[in-house]
């Protein structure tokens, strides 16, 4: 039972610590389409064009 126990505690101790670096990408990466997202409506507002 101890070995499993520990192997256990050492997955879950890996999926927070990978939940954690994972949920802080996902956050850069919104906050960067945020940034992205304004940009290209205000180069919308400016010349008229049309950003995907």
């Known amino acids: ?3 499993g126990d520990d192997s256990n505690r050492f997955y ?3 999926w927070c610590y990978w939940h954690s ?6 956050l850069e990466e919104r906050k960067k389409r945020l940034m992205c997202s304004e940009i290209l409506s205000d ?5 008229g064009h049309r950003y995907p």
Request: net charge positive.
């Open 12 to 14: 879950i101790k890996t």
């Open 21 to 26: 670096r994972f949920s802080d990408l996902l």
């Open 1 to 3: 039972m101890g070995a």
């Open 43 to 47: 180069r919308h507002a400016s010349d």
